[in-house]
């Protein structure tokens, strides 16, 4: 049958399948190319028998078998290659090697540098810690983006958007007349570094401002991301607290030397040396975060289920710091949410754990349709001020987000509908997040004020 005969949707699934199997670390590039090639080969041969495209595919997939036995198989047969996947670095003819390694130790050591270069101007840690509180977000992913730029050879189109993207925070946080003790440049501060995430994105996806399965690439990167640096954290505190007792030990202050050096820069650092562990150190047979969102799961419908007994029966009236506890609960568990979508097989039938995510997805569009009543309530008794119209704003795209995904999720367990609009719909609403971020940082100190005293509405 020739290929021609194909149909679109064919195609997009043949897509889906590709992108799946790219999950799998057991299969190279070259592996996955040799699958799909037989994968198109039986298509073929069934639309070629009389089947229909849609029937050829399903056929075709159903006959190579699971993806999961397939990368078993793969596993019996090549144990050695992937053990030396799990504990080594790749040779030089996989996507990391000792030239990648020395690559990421620069940009962690030139990131260090760059965040010492203000003190050439006079500006430190301690004297100008507002300078360094809104620059943040740069400091921390300017290295980071241009990292990933050079290592996955990005094409000009998409350093352009990034860097246009970087050049618009770096202004806004710099030329406005920005209040260190303004509640506005808290909240600038805040949000430039998820701005300037996306941007991060633009230069991983390379320019692809509209493919769903290049920003799921992302999501999934993002979510293995923060777990390698939770774990670099935990070894740089004790790293840290050696570093100081010994130095006290030996009659130095430590606490300069520490706090101004050490911390700061390993911190920079340890972003980019993230990004590339992300890279280097995939599992053979399953990542870390879908493993740890398979354990949190339960875990956080609880909490949330506790979180929901608590707003009511504390009459749904909570005091600012309690909301900004609640908004944060909100957006750890909507990361789990989006990271489980992210990780799962598209092609898999509805399962326990889809329903436990509808239950999690439910129990957090709960906690937030309470915490915006209170927001609602604070609102008409004290007017909109910068924090608190932040907060209705992030609830709001919370609740767009969640209301939709419960619905889609629904549908998918009740058998109405593909999982992968439930990937689509996440992917689509990156762009909500980031364009709410952006207006955060660049109209709010407009509308709000720049100094300490803000106008309330």
């Known amino acids: ?7 679109d949707s064919v195609e997009a699934q043949i897509d889906e399948w590709r992108s799946f199997t790219r999950r799998r670390r057991e299969l190279t590039g070259p592996d996955t190319d040799e699958l799909e090639d037989h994968l198109r080969a039986r298509i073929d041969e069934l639309t070629g028998a009389g089947l229909a495209p849609d029937e050829a595919f399903l056929v075709a997939v159903k006959r190579m078998g699971s993806l999961d036995s397939l990368t078993r198989e793969f596993a019996r047969e090549h144990s050695e290659r992937l053990w030396k996947q799990l504990v080594l670095v790749a040779d030089g003819a996989g996507p990391v090697s000792d030239r990648g390694v020395g690559t990421t130790l620069a940009w962690a050591v030139l990131a260090a540098v760059a965040l010492k ?14 300078f360094y509180l809104r620059n943040a977000g740069l400091f921390a992913l300017a290295p980071l983006a241009a990292y990933l730029a050079q290592t996955r050879h990005v094409g000009r189109r998409a350093l352009a958007v990034a860097g ?19 509640a506005v440049t808290a909240l600038v501060a805040l949000h430039l570094p998820i701005a300037l995430w996306i941007a991060v994105g633009v230069v991983y996806t390379d320019g692809d401002l509209q493919s769903g399965p290049r920003w799921m690439d992302f999501i999934r990167f993002t979510g293995e991301w923060a777990v390698y640096m939770a774990l670099i954290a935990i070894g740089g505190g004790v790293l840290t607290g050696l570093t100081a007792g010994g130095l006290e030990a030996a009659g130095v202050d430590a606490e300069v030397f520490v706090s101004q050096w050490m911390v700061p820069c390993g911190v920079v650092g340890a972003i980019v040396v993230a990004a590339w562990l992300v890279e280097a150190k995939k599992s053979v047979v399953e990542n870390m975060a879908p493993v740890l969102g398979k354990v949190f799961t339960p875990l956080f419908v609880a909490t949330l289920t506790g979180l929901v007994v608590a707003i009511v029966a504390n009459g749904i009236d909570v005091d600012r710091d309690t909301l900004i506890l609640f908004d944060l609960v909100l957006a750890v568990v909507l990361g789990l949410i989006v990271y489980g979508i992210s990780a799962r097989d598209p092609l898999a039938p509805p399962a326990f754990f889809d329903r436990l995510q509808l239950g999690l997805v439910a129990a957090t569009l709960v906690v937030d349709l309470l915490v915006l009543i209170a927001l ?6 004290f007017g909109f001020s910068p924090n608190r119209t932040a907060a209705l704003g992030e609830n709001l795209v919370l609740l767009g987000n969640l209301g939709w995904s419960a619905w889609l999720l629904l549908a998918f367990i009740r ?10 719909w996440q992917t689509r609403y990156v762009w909500v997040y980031a364009a709410w971020a952006w207006t955060v940082v660049v109209v709010f100190p407009l509308v709000f004020g720049f100094d300490a005293t803000p106008r309330v509405f």
Not at 117 to 130: H, M, Q, Y
């Open 1 to 7: 049958m020739p290929t021609d005969r194909r149909d």
């Open 376 to 381: 609602g309530r604070r609102l008409s008794e």
């Open 117 to 130: 270069v203000p003190v050439i101007f006079g500006l430190s840690l301690d004297d100008d810690a507002g």
């Open 164 to 182: 246009a993207l970087f050049v618009v925070g770096a202004v806004v946080v710099n030329a406005y007349p920005l209040d260190d003790d303004a």
């Open 415 to 424: 058998g109405r509908a593909r999982f992968t609009l439930l990937e689509t």
